[in-house]
């Protein structure tokens, strides 16, 4: 993670969760996609890197109840304060990078049995390593979950948005050969979650910087871009659009 975006989750820490509270029923629909993929069970020893605020792993907590906490794992001291203070949640301040490599080790030094990265995999700098190490983590029965947008999405974003957007996120088959060649078997599947919100909140949350992406603007680039959305939606007080999401598997081989 950069400078750049570490500052940015700075500044929205204490306003995160809000962005979402427009539907709760997002984070719930969501969070179990990401069970399900997994297929977590109590017993599993998980880890949430890249958790931000826990907002998805706090509802991953409440579904599988797990026996052992769940390691939320940030590098961004101000996300995990935001964290809420129960026993099924344990924050590390790292990033992936640092997780991967050893240079912030697990707490208990055993294996993880499940690893969640949501949204986070284009915030790395050398995926390659990451996921290698990741992978090295891994119980002989671990399997990572990478999700992840496709490079053109359809939120109404402003242009440059999209097309910076575009030049920061990875292709899907990286991660996919990334994770093949860390040793892991892999597969893919995508979900689509529909997404319905008033005009008017989606400019704040637009000022907000809501998407990381938004970070990568001055205040001037931003105003201007949100002018421009307010041209292009004028006459939708209703904003509806789908969200496109890659969940790439990887999983050690039996044997």
């Known amino acids: ?84 203070r129960q026993s099924d949640l344990q924050p590390l301040v790292a990033g992936a990078e640092d997780l991967a490599t050893g240079v912030v080790p697990l707490p208990d ?30 119980s002989r029965h671990g399997r990572m979950l990478v999700v992840m947008l496709p490079r053109t999405i359809d939120h109404p974003l402003f242009r440059e948005a999209h097309e910076r957007f575009a030049q920061l996120q990875p292709e899907t088959s990286e991660i996919v050969e990334t ?18 919100i008033d005009r008017q909140r989606y400019v704040r949350l637009l000022e907000a910087r809501y998407l990381s992406v938004l970070g990568e603007f001055s205040e001037d680039e931003l105003r201007e871009g949100i002018a421009q959305f307010r041209h292009a939606y004028r006459d939708e007080p209703v904003l509806r659009f789908d969200e496109h999401f890659a969940f790439v598997k990887g999983w050690v081989a039996p044997g």
Do not use: N, Q
């Open 109 to 138: 030094g055993d294996r993880l049995d499940a690893v969640v990265m949501k949204e986070s995999i284009h915030h790395v700098g050398d995926r390659r390593t990451t996921l290698d190490g990741l992978a090295g983590l891994l």
């Open 179 to 196: 994770l093949r060649a860390s040793g892991l078997r892999t597969s893919v599947s995508y979900r689509t979650f529909h997404t319905t």
């Open 1 to 84: 993670m950069t400078d750049r975006t570490a500052e940015h989750y700075e500044r929205v820490a204490a306003d995160y969760d809000e962005h979402w509270s427009y539907d709760p029923d997002y984070v719930r629909r969501f969070a179990d996609a990401i069970t399900d993929s997994l297929r977590l069970t109590s017993s599993d020893a998980i880890a949430d890197v890249g958790c931000g605020t826990g907002l998805y792993t706090r509802r991953i907590a409440e579904t599988v109840r797990p026996t052992r906490p769940i390691l939320c794992v940030d590098p961004v001291p101000a996300m995990l304060e935001r964290l809420p």
